[in-house]
C-alpha cells in the first residue's frame, strides 16, 4: 500500500531548454537523477554530499552542479549510483517529514500549488506508516494540509 503513496512523478529543473535535474521525495528522502553525458567512463563521475551542499562533475573538469542544498541532509546515510546513464542522488533529509520545495537553493523551485501536493502526499505517506493496515492512497485533504513533521505530535524517528 506505501508504493501507492509513493511520487508518481519527477520534478524537472529546467534552464535554458536544457533539463539540469530531476527530483521527487519521500517522508525521509530526497531522489535527484542527472542524465549522464554519453561516452566518458563510469569511473570518472563523481558526487560530493555535504550536509548542506553537493559538487557533482567529471574529474578532470570544473563541477557540472556546485550548490547549497536547499535542507540540511544525514550524510552518513546519503549515497549516490549510476545506473542506466543516470546519477541517482539519494540525499537524506536530516528532519524527516519535511516537505521540500527544491533539493537545490534558487533552483527548480516548486510553485505554492506543487508545495502543497507534495506535503499532502507526503502526510499520507506518514499516515500510512503510522497505520500500515490501513488504504491512504485514497484520502484526500478539505483545506490546508498540516506539516507532516508536526503534526500531532510529530513524525515518529526510527
Known amino acids: 500500500m506505501a508504493e501507492k503513496l509513493a511520487p508518481d512523478k519527477r520534478h524537472s529543473f529546467v534552464h535554458n531548454g536544457q533539463k539540469v535535474f530531476e527530483w521527487d ?3 525521509e528522502e530526497v531522489n535527484v537523477y542527472l542524465d549522464l553525458p554519453p561516452n ?12 548542506q551542499h553537493i559538487e557533482v562533475g567529471i574529474r578532470g573538469n570544473p563541477p557540472y552542479l556546485n550548490r547549497d542544498l536547499a535542507c540540511p541532509v544525514k550524510t552518513d546515510s546519503s549515497f549516490w549510483t549510476l545506473e542506466d546513464g543516470t546519477m541517482h542522488v539519494t540525499l537524506q533529509k536530516r528532519d524527516k517529514g519535511h516537505t521540500w520545495s527544491s533539493p537545490i537553493v534558487g533552483q527548480g523551485l516548486l510553485d505554492p500549488y506543487s508545495v502543497d501536493l ?4 507526503l502526510m499520507l505517506q506518514r499516515f ?3 497505520n500500515p493496515g490501513f488504504d491512504f492512497s485514497q484520502a484526500q485533504f478539505t483545506g490546508t494540509c ?5 503534526f500531532m505530535g510529530g513524525v515518529r524517528s526510527d
Do not use: A, G, M, N
Open 146 to 150: 498540516p506539516d507532516p513533521r508536526t
Open 40 to 51: 566518458v567512463p563510469k569511473k570518472l563521475f563523481y558526487c560530493k554530499i555535504q550536509s
Open 128 to 130: 500510512q506508516e503510522e
Open 118 to 121: 507534495e506535503q499532502k502526499r
Open 25 to 27: 521525495q519521500t517522508l
